[in-house]
Nanobody, 122 residues
Framework: VQLQAYGGGLVQAGDYLRLSCAAS????????VAWFRQAPGKERAFVAA????????FYEDSVKGRFTISRDNTRNTVYLQLSSLKPVDTAVYYC????????????????WGQGTEVTVSS
């Protein structure tokens, strides 16, 4: 499975963005898909994940109520809607696929996209 993440950009605090993770070479609906982010000088951290059917979602506490993960299996794409953005949300955002069960640990994920950069100015 190849993943391509896009949709990042430079925005102001309070703005919104929608990130997309498009898959090829596999059927994304079979897998859990997650978004992680890595800020400068920090480790890659879990942001959100969604089950294959889209019926179950998971969020890191600091993004609950501001970010929404969703998927369109007909388009083989997972989305991350970012709202009420804050400067602390500045990071490179990665999507990833877990072929087994949900985990918040990056090392559990099997396939990764290349990342898309989000910069939030104050």
């Amino acid at each position: 499975v190849q993943l391509q993440a896009y949709g990042g950009g430079l925005v102001q605090a309070g703005d919104y963005l929608r990130l997309s993770c498009a898959a090829s070479g596999g059927t994304l609906s079979r897998y859990i898909v997650a978004w992680f982010r890595q800020a400068p000088g920090k480790e890659r951290a879990f942001v959100a994940a969604i089950s294959g059917s889209g019926g179950t979602t998971f969020y890191e506490d600091s993004v609950k109520g501001r970010f929404t993960i969703s998927r369109d299996n007909t388009r083989n794409t997972v989305y991350l809607q970012l709202s009420s953005l804050k400067p602390v949300d500045t990071a490179v955002y990665y999507c990833a696929v877990d072929r087994s069960m949900f985990s918040r640990n990056a090392f559990e994920y099997d396939y990764w996209g290349q990342g898309t950069e989000v910069t939030v100015s104050s």
